[in-house]
């Protein structure tokens, strides 16, 4: 196998653990909202489009006796709008 083809099985089995994971992660509802995260990326100086919102609805995902973790599809689909690494990040823990 290539080293290509091991990467996306990884990740592959990465995504279908998670999705597996998140029903017993998700407990409670989250105590932020879209309009947090779409709020947090205005304010940083970037348009808080259509796009934007769509991406923060990727709602953040509770963490078992810690604080909520962010989405890592609202991320991705931040940072390929343009917003930095670290503004997507908090973003997308306030969704």
């Known amino acids: 196998m290539t080293f290509q083809r091991v990467k996306r099985m990884v990740a592959a089995a990465g995504v279908v653990v998670?999705?597996?994971?998140?029903?017993?992660?998700?407990?409670?509802?989250?105590?932020?909202?879209?309009?947090?995260?779409?709020?947090?990326?205005?304010?940083?100086?970037?348009?808080?489009?259509?796009?934007?919102?769509?991406?923060?609805?990727?709602?953040?995902?509770?963490f078992p006796g810690g604080p909520d973790i962010a989405n890592p599809y609202c991320i991705y689909d931040l940072v390929a709008l343009g917003v930095s690494n670290g503004v997507a990040n908090e973003a997308c823990v306030r969704a």
């Open 18 to 62: 998670a999705a597996g994971a998140l029903p017993i992660l998700v407990a409670s509802p989250a105590s932020a909202t879209q309009g947090d995260c779409s709020n947090y990326v205005a304010t940083h100086g970037y348009r808080a489009g259509v796009k934007v919102k769509a991406a923060c609805g990727n709602k953040a995902m509770p």
